[in-house]
């Protein structure tokens, strides 16, 4: 899930930022990448448009690098997994 | 106090995106009021606007700011990008200022949001919204982009506000607060929300306006921006550049009356203390760039109105015959208008005149400009809210006398 999921988000970040695909490595940082406070704003809209997943604030400020936001979006992705599943007996 | 010249104008309007094609389109009596295309009318009264229509904001923007902005200040950044080339000048740092009129703030982008908010019931919206509805948004932008860092604010007074702000920024500039200023105003009214909210005021016309004609059926919605550069007149002289005109004064008063109704007194006293502020006697006055909205009640009140301060009314037009009422614009079309008249020597028309109406007698330059060099001019500006403003201009020849 880890590597289609990292794909996912780079492509997003890429069409954020307006910038190539190839030049967003797994841990490249917000810095690295020019994301603003804005810009992070945008990106975690567009995350959770693509997602279908609400990103709470708390989480979304922990996000400073591509790592962190595909680690953030997994677990996130998990427990709406775990929540839309039928509870175990 | 110092004397100030207009040196720079940018217009994006129905009748083009630049200054060239904004006063050719008037010396030719061309009406820019079309069918609407942004909002789909077919089960509206109100279906022709003043549109600007094939704008392409790429052409002056990065994708990145256009993502930031709605029509409204994408409008403002192109008609402040335009005057600052066309007076050629740098506007920046601590001495300049920006002051931008707009009536309706970012009306596109609250529109969008509410048509997803209750229509589809959605619960994420684009991060940008506020910022991009904010009504000074275009005076923000505008100061970013230039890196204006004195005073930059909006004024918000419906269909007088960039009459107020062009004042306000005329003062500043005469009383040596600022050295130059950028100043107009931005409105993009054309949504289903500010439709519906007009053609329930049951004052807008189901044919192209027809101001101060006999059965004119009332106004026609416009859009677009107009921002001039104003500095002292000395600089300009002294750097050589090309003055269009001398901003003379600026006159406002309130009618403290009713919402809606004008007042004959309200608009006159406020042209008599444009006149009071420019030193300019009526008897100098050639032209008159009327608020003329085409509506019954604003075109014989300010037909009265005129009628008391100036024994021997001058010609007057209403441009908006042909770009339209942009509201909180439209004191910025009307400024640049007025001052290309004087710069021209050519004064632009009221079109789709048809009839004579007794209760407007004035000669409102029917259908055709008319060449003819006049030595200064007022741009009235009368709004909802009984507020008025008055600006007086004079021509470059007059100045250099």
Known sequence: ?89 | MRRVAVTGVGVVSALGFDRESFWNGMADGRCGIETIDAVDCSDLKIRIGAEVKRFDPLMWLTAKEIGTMDRSTQFAMVAALEAVKDSGVEVAGERAAVVTGCSLGGKCTEDETYRGLYAEKRTRFEPMTIPRAMTNAGASCISMRHAITGPCYTVSTACASAAHAIGQAFWMVRSGLVDIALTGGNEAPFTLGMLRGWESLRVVSPEPCRPFSKNRKGLTLGEGAAMLVLEPLEAALARGAHVYAEIRGFGMTADAAHLTMPSADGAARAMRAALQDAGLSAERIGYINAHGTGTAANDVTETQAIRSVFALPPPVSSTKSMHGHALGAAGALEAVATVLALDRGVLPPTVNFVERDEQCDLDVIPNASRVLAVEAAISNSFAFGGLNAVLAFASDGATRV
Request: charged letters at 25%; a negative charge.
């Open chain 1, 1 to 89: 899930m880890t590597d289609e999921l990292a794909a996912r988000v780079a492509a997003i970040i890429a069409k954020n930022q307006r910038i190539a695909v190839e030049t967003i490595g797994a841990q490249s940082t917000f810095a690295e990448l020019n994301i603003d406070s804005l810009d992070g704003l945008q990106l975690v809209f567009a995350l959770e448009e693509e997602f279908h997943v609400d990103i709470p604030d708390d989480a979304a400020k922990e996000f400073r690098s591509v790592g962190e936001v595909v680690n953030g979006l997994e677990k996130l992705l998990l427990a709406k997994q775990a929540a839309a599943s039928p509870a175990s007996v």
